[in-house]
C-alpha cells in the first residue's frame, strides 16, 4: 500500500499542512490563518486551543479530505510550531493561560536583570551559553511564578508549540533535544536530561518534559485525537520542532559551511557549523552571537538566533503606507505586497540617501536590546513611501550582513547560502539580500517550508530515509540569485552608518523608552 507523509506547521500568523507520497511531491498543500495577541506593550500571546490546535484539526482534514488518501496510508505525522513558546498546561493538557510567545515577547525583562545579577557574568555563561534574553524560555517560567502563582501552582507541564500539539496527538510530553538545550538552558544538561541541579529555581524537574531527537518516534495518535483531527488511531508521530529547524531542513542545511537565513515575521538565521563555539562578543561593533549548540543533524553544531523583525515590519510599511491598496486586494484587486515589490524595485541601491533600523519591536540579534526603537535617517522631501518601503527591506539586509559579518571574525566564514520564508515571495528583497551579502543565494521552491521539512522528518522517523544526508538528496535544488558587486559596493559602506547609527543612539532610545 502506498505511504504517505504528513506536516504541519504552526506560524505566527498561519498554519499550513501538507501531505506527501512516498518519492516526496507534494500531493495536498493547504493553509489557514490566524491572528496573534497583543494585550499589552511588549506582550505577544497565542491562545493555544483556538489557534495552535484548532488549526491542526483544520488542516489535518483538509488535508485528508483534498487529497482523497486514506488516513490508514499516513506512515508517520511531523509537526512544528513557534519554537520558544511557553505554555503551562494542567494534567489534562489543557492550556491554563494563553500561551507566551517567542523572543518578541519581552515582558519578563525583570527576571532577565534578576537572574543576570543572581548568577553573574560567569555563571550566565556557562549556564545559557549567552546573555540572557527575551527568547529564553526559563525566563517565561520565572515569570508565571512570579507574577501568577495560581497558574504556575495548577501546572502539570511547561510545553512549547510543538510539545503541545504531541501531546495532544500523542499524550507523551516530549521536547526536541535541540530544542530543550537551546530554548530552554539551563533545565537540561548537554545530553537533553533534566538538570536537577538547576531546574529548581525555575520550576520543578517533573513540570518539563523529556527531551527526544525531533525525527525521533514519540507515540502514536490515540482515539481522541483521532476523533478531532480524521488521522487514524495508531498513526506514528515523531517529536517535531520549531519552525525555523523544520524550515531549515526542508532546504538542506544538512553540512557545515551552510548558513541558512528564514524571513518570516522575523528574521531567523542557523549557521551549521562543525565545532562548539563560545558566546562571542564583536570588538568591531557589530554585535554578538549566542554560544552555539549540538544541531538536530547529528555530528553538526549550529549558531542560531533572530531578530524581533522582518515580515512584521514590511506589515507596518503596508498598513501604514499602503492602506489603499490593502483595502483593494480584499476586493479583489492585486496583492499589496506586489504592488510594493514593484515600487521598491524602482527606488535604486541605498534608496537615495535613505537608511531605516528595524527596531520597531526592539531587537534580539545581533544587538540583543529590547528597548532599541525604530529609525529613520537621511529623510529628505524627495523621499515617497517607496523609498521607505525599500529601506525597510534593506534594513533587514543590513540585519542580514551584520550576521555574516560576525560569521567572518569568528573564522568561520560563510560558504553557501539558503534562504526561505514568506519573504522569498518578493525577488526584490531576497536580491537586496544577495547584494548586501556578496554572495550567490539559493531559494528553495516554495513549497520547501516548514510543513515540507516536518513531513521529510517523518518519512525519517518512519524508517523511509536513512540519515539526513539522503534526505538532502532527496529535495529540490532550488534558484540562484547572484549579487550585483556594485550594489555590494555600496552596501558595505552605508552598512557602517547602518551599525553606527544604533550605538550613537542607544542611550537616547533608552530614555525615550524610560520617559514614556
Not at 543576570?116 to 557574568?121: I, K, N, S
Not at 495532544?168 to 530552554?184: C, H, N, P, R
Not at 547584494?435 to 539559493?442: E, K, N, V
Request: net charge negative; charged share 20%.
Amino acid at each position: 500500500m502506498k505511504k504517505y507523509f504528513v506536516g504541519i506547521d504552526i506560524g505566527t500568523f498561519s498554519s499550513r499542512g501538507m501531505l506527501l507520497d512516498d518519492c516526496y511531491w507534494v500531493v495536498a498543500d493547504v493553509s489557514t490563518p490566524h491572528t496573534m495577541d497583543n494585550p499589552r506593550p511588549g506582550w505577544f500571546e497565542h491562545d493555544a486551543e483556538e489557534v495552535w490546535w484548532k488549526d491542526l484539526c483544520i488542516l489535518s482534514r483538509s488535508l485528508l479530505q483534498k487529497s482523497g488518501v486514506d488516513p490508514k496510508q499516513i506512515a508517520c505525522i511531523g509537526l512544528s510550531a513557534l519554537g520558544t513558546d511557553c505554555l503551562p498546561v494542567d494534567e489534562n493538557c489543557k492550556p491554563l493561560r494563553k500561551a507566551i510567545l517567542y523572543g518578541i515577547d519581552s515582558r519578563a525583562g525583570e527576571e532577565i536583570k534578576w537572574l543576570t545579577e543572581y548568577y553573574g557574568e560567569d555563571k550566565v555563561q556557562e549556564l545559557f551559553g549567552h546573555p540572557i534574553c527575551s527568547g529564553d524560555t526559563a525566563t517565561k517560567i520565572l515569570w508565571i511564578r512570579n507574577h501568577e502563582p495560581d497558574v504556575y501552582a495548577k501546572t502539570y507541564k511547561f510545553l512549547t508549540g510543538s510539545s503541545y500539539l504531541t501531546a495532544k496527538l500523542t499524550g507523551e510530553y516530549v521536547i526536541d533535544q535541540f530544542l530543550a538545550k537551546g530554548s530552554f538552558r539551563p533545565l537540561y544538561r548537554g545530553d537533553g536530561s533534566v538538570n536537577s541541579e538547576t531546574v529548581c529555581l525555575y520550576c520543578r524537574p517533573d513540570q518539563i518534559a523529556r527531551s527526544l531527537y525531533s525525527n525521533e518516534l514519540a507515540g502514536t495518535v490515540t482515539a481522541q485525537a483521532s476523533a478531532e483531527t480524521g488521522f487514524a488511531e495508531g498513526t506514528p508521530v515523531i517529536t517535531g520542532t520549531g519552525d525555523s529547524t523544520s524550515e531549515s531542513i526542508s532546504v538542506g542545511l544538512t553540512e557545515p559551511g551552510t548558513a541558512f537565513f528564514q524571513y518570516g515575521s522575523s528574521m531567523f538565521f542557523y549557521y551549521c557549523v562543525d565545532r562548539f563555539f563560545d558566546n562571542y562578543i564583536s570588538p568591531e561593533g557589530n554585535g554578538s552571537i549566542k554560544g552555539g549548540k549540538v544541531f538536530t543533524v547529528p555530528g553538526t553544531y549550529c549558531l542560531g538566533d533572530g531578530t524581533n523583525a522582518a515580515g512584521t515590519l514590511t506589515r507596518w510599511v503596508r498598513d501604514t503606507f499602503y492602506s489603499a491598496e490593502a483595502a483593494a486586494e480584499q476586493q479583489g484587486g492585486e496583492n499589496a505586497y506586489s504592488v510594493m515589490a514593484k515600487e521598491a524595485a524602482d527606488i535604486p541601491a541605498g534608496c537615495d540617501g535613505l537608511i531605516m533600523l528595524p527596531y520597531i519591536y526592539g531587537e534580539r540579534s545581533p544587538i540583543q536590546d529590547p528597548m532599541a526603537t525604530g529609525l529613520l535617517f537621511g529623510l529628505k522631501g524627495k523621499h515617497t513611501r517607496a523609498h521607505i518601503n525599500r529601506a525597510a527591506l534593506e534594513a533587514v539586509g543590513y540585519s542580514t550582513l551584520q550576521h555574516l559579518k560576525l560569521f567572518k571574525e569568528m573564522g568561520v566564514g560563510v560558504k553557501s547560502m539558503i534562504t526561505a520564508g514568506g519573504g522569498t515571495r518578493n525577488r526584490t528583497w531576497m536580491q537586496i539580500i544577495c547584494d548586501m551579502a556578496g554572495l550567490p543565494i539559493t531559494i528553495p521552491e516554495p513549497f520547501q517550508c516548514s510543513a515540507y521539512g516536518d513531513a521529510m522528518m517523518a518519512a525519517l522517523g518512519a524508517g523511509q530515509l536513512k540519515d539526513f544526508s539522503e534526505l538532502r538528496k532527496a529535495l529540490p535544488k532550488g534558484k540562484v540569485l547572484y549579487p550585483n558587486m556594485e550594489n555590494h559596493i555600496l552596501y558595505e559602506k552605508n552598512y557602517q552608518i547602518f551599525r553606527d547609527l544604533y550605538h550613537n543612539n542607544r542611550q537616547l532610545m533608552h530614555t525615550l523608552a524610560e520617559n514614556c
